[in-house]
């Protein structure tokens, strides 16, 4: 998450907008200051448990793009096999 000071300032702003919204009211300047506290960090929590999870996923799918191996199922050879010549095809001696 954010530093520190980055963090209470965050908390700063949203308790003010809390408290905005609310009307101003005198006296409720840590229920502000714990409600934006609480959103902030279930937000990150929120955002670090996605980021998890697509990292995950990245992992178990990666390289999504790399073609499958040759399987010789097709009956091609392989562009880095050397190809086998036949009795008919090899050069005489």
Known sequence: MAEPDEL???????AYARWQQSGCPQGHELEH???AERE??????????FDDLVQE?????????D???WTGASGSPSEHEEPTETPAQAPSR
């Open 67 to 69: 073609p499958p191996a």
């Open 40 to 49: 902030l960090r279930e937000a990150a929590c929120a955002t670090a448990d």
């Open 57 to 65: 996923t990245s992992e178990e799918s990666f390289p999504a793009s």
């Open 33 to 35: 200051w714990l409600e």
């Open 8 to 14: 209470k300032a965050a908390i700063r702003n949203a």
